[in-house]
């Protein structure tokens, strides 16, 4: 599994209005490709700005190619971004997903006590 992580800055006045976009724009587009298994999006408030994270999980970098295009390292962005974003940056970075836990996994606990 692949995890796709991109980063974006906008102004914490125009946050909750970027979200909104990204949810009819990029979030449909993600979740409608073959391959792909999710996006997380995490908000982070640091005075007047607001840092966005996408962090979108993948099958393969084939997967990862039939949303972004034939250079999967690019971003993707949509033409209204510009009204929202402080910066458009130029590259995302691809993660072999090598483990994961959670209240589902396999073995949760074993051989652990509560503190």
Known sequence: ????????ITLAERADAYVAHLADT???????????????????????????????????????????????????????DEDYLLEMEPLVRHYDVVDTAGPDAPGRGAGRRAR
């Open 26 to 80: 990029l979030l449909k587009d993600v979740a409608a490709t073959p391959g792909n298994r999710g996006i997380t999006v995490l908000r982070r408030l640091q005075g007047e700005h607001s840092e966005i994270v996408l962090i979108s999980l993948w099958d393969s970098m084939d997967a990862v190619r039939a949303f972004a295009g034939e250079n999967p390292e690019r971003s993707v962005y949509y033409p209204e």
């Open 1 to 8: 599994m692949i995890a796709r992580i991109w980063r974006g």
